[in-house]
């Protein structure tokens, strides 16, 4: 019943942009807190982003800060993550998950939230 899926992933230059997607279905969105997490080859999960639905309260990986944004439309059940002037260092598969009673700046440093996750979408910045 309750899911998360991603989308928006690509290809891209270093120096572009993507706008990512994470639809949720199954569960009233504003409860939970949203997070942006992303996983390289060889590497350990890192958390990139999160956002506090009740109250728009956001939080940023000090790697990604004044050039990533996560946003959320309620109507729609999504929250997105733009991401401009990428770096071949973002690659990695990226995935939203959602937490209930979390603290988003907690998730990101811990690269961790318990409740559910989506299966991720391929993010690859390379000339």
């Known amino acids: 019943q309750v899911q998360l899926v991603e989308s928006g992933g690509g290809l891209v230059q270093p120096g572009g942009s993507l706008r990512l997607s994470c639809a949720a279905s199954?569960?009233?969105?504003?409860?939970?807190?949203i997070g942006w997490f992303r996983q390289a080859p060889g590497k350990e999960r890192e958390g990139v982003s999160c956002?506090?639905?009740?109250?728009?309260?956001?939080y940023y990986a000090d790697s990604v800060k004044g050039r990533f944004a996560i946003s959320n439309d309620n109507a729609k059940k999504t929250v997105y993550l733009q991401m401009n002037s990428l770096k071949p260092d973002d690659t990695a598969v990226y995935y939203c998950?959602?937490?209930?009673?979390?603290?988003?700046?907690?998730?990101?440093?811990?690269?961790?939230?318990?409740?559910?996750w989506g299966q991720g979408t391929q993010v690859t910045v390379s000339s």
């Open positions: 199954g569960f009233t969105l504003d409860d939970y807190v």
């Open positions: 956002i506090t639905i009740s109250d728009g309260s956001t």
């Open positions: 998950a959602t937490g209930t009673h979390s603290n988003c700046a907690e998730s990101v440093i811990t690269a961790f939230l318990d409740d559910y």
